[in-house]
């Protein structure tokens, strides 16, 4: 299967956004929900597939990955991006990652979130990426 990331031909947001990656409908909606509230644009997407056949992104984002998703995983999605030159930073949710998964999130450059979520956690890692913490 060949995947498309194209320019995004539309003028580039003032609010980074957070391209959200997850299967479950709920957790897109809290995800979204929560990013939205903490200011950021949040697009959501059911599966790796659907987010690469996006324009690619214009202006300051970043992807948040569930690894385990139907397709490619959530790390296999940021290899296809990654060698597609998309290079905005990118974090990696999942539940008890094992130490082969935390060293190919390593080399891939995406720090790993496990879920459960909590607290500012996720709000706090994404600012670290987009350099908006102080």
């Not at 094992?98 to 496990?114: D, H, Q, V």
Request: proline share 8%; hydrophobic share 45%; aromatic share 4%.
């Amino acid at each position: 299967m060949s995947f498309v990331f194209r320019m995004d031909q539309r003028t580039p947001r003032l609010s980074p956004t957070v391209f959200v990656v997850d299967d479950d409908p709920a957790v897109r909606r809290a995800l979204a929900f929560a990013l939205d509230m903490e200011g950021f644009a949040v697009e959501a997407f059911e599966s790796g597939e659907a987010l690469m056949l996006r324009p690619r992104p214009e202006g300051p984002g970043c992807l948040l990955l569930d690894e385990r998703l139907p397709g490619a995983s959530g790390l296999e999605t940021l290899r296809q991006l990654r060698a597609r030159a998309v290079d905005i930073p990118a974090i990696l949710m999942t539940s008890h990652p094992n130490a082969r998964l935390r060293e190919a999130a390593a080399t891939a450059g995406a720090p790993i979130l496990e879920k459960p979520l909590m607290g500012e956690t996720l709000v706090e890692k994404i600012q670290d990426l987009l350099g908006q913490r102080a």
